[in-house]
T-cell receptor
């Protein structure tokens, strides 16, 4: 049982390049989400999905694209990278809603992205 | 505008003493509150939670208190241990989203 797996762990991009951060979970979780962590800002929600084929925007969706074609995978796409997207990105999943304590978000180890 | 705020970016306590981490929120629709702990180079891990209909929840050395009228919650760690040194995030659930505060870095000195 691998939990939530993110790849790559580190990535350096040039401004304007595109890339995809991969996220996979093997727990049959319906809910998946992407957060970014910036100093002093905590974790901010980018996009989330409540099931295959369903995605929605979080607090900071601009510049990012997501899709959910399978229950297991939830890739995050940067269409044209900007220095403001330099951050640590976390993918997280849960079996269902709400996040009550009995049901919680499980996080991956993170992907550190630097945009030059 | 941040709906969940942790006003203390850092806290230092002596081993064996109590650590108190605070969190304020603005959205009355939050129905669950959670605390996560994060070590460097790892993802956050769930620590403890509380429902909005309760005012206290305890799990071993960790206790969370909720004051709905003040829109304030706190995490108490007693006794604090060096292994508790980490960044602590409070989070609040409304609908399909979990909203996090900015985090407090706790340092427990031996």
């Amino acid at each position: 049982n691998a939990g939530v797996t993110q790849t790559p762990k580190f990535q350096v991009l040039k401004t304007g390049q595109s890339m995809t951060l991969q996220c996979a979970q093997d727990m049959n979780h319906e809910y998946m989400s992407w957060y970014r962590q910036d100093p002093g800002m905590g974790l901010r929600l980018i996009h989330y999905s409540v099931g295959a084929g369903i995605t929605d925007q979080g607090e900071v969706p601009n510049g990012y694209n997501v899709s959910r074609s399978t229950t297991e995978d939830f890739p995050l796409r940067l269409l044209s990278a900007a220095p403001s997207q330099t951050s640590v990105y976390f993918c997280a999943s849960s079996l269902t809603l709400p996040f009550s304590g009995a049901n919680v978000l499980t996080f991956g180890a993170g992907s550190r992205l630097t945009v030059l | 505008d941040q709906q969940v705020k942790q006003n203390s970016p850092s806290l230092s306590v002596q081993e064996g003493r109590i650590s108190i981490l605070n969190c304020d929120y603005t959205n009355s629709m939050f129905d669950y509150f959670l605390w996560y702990k994060k070590y460097p180079a790892e993802g956050p891990t769930f620590l403890i939670s509380i429902s909005s209909i309760k005012d206290k929840n305890e799990d071993g050395r960790f206790t969370v208190f909720l004051n709905k009228s003040a829109k304030h919650l706190s995490l108490h760690i007693v006794p604090s241990q060096p292994g508790d040194s980490a960044v602590y995030f409070c989070a609040a659930n409304a609908g399909n989203m979990l909203t996090f505060g900015g985090g407090t870095r706790l340092m427990v000195k031996p």
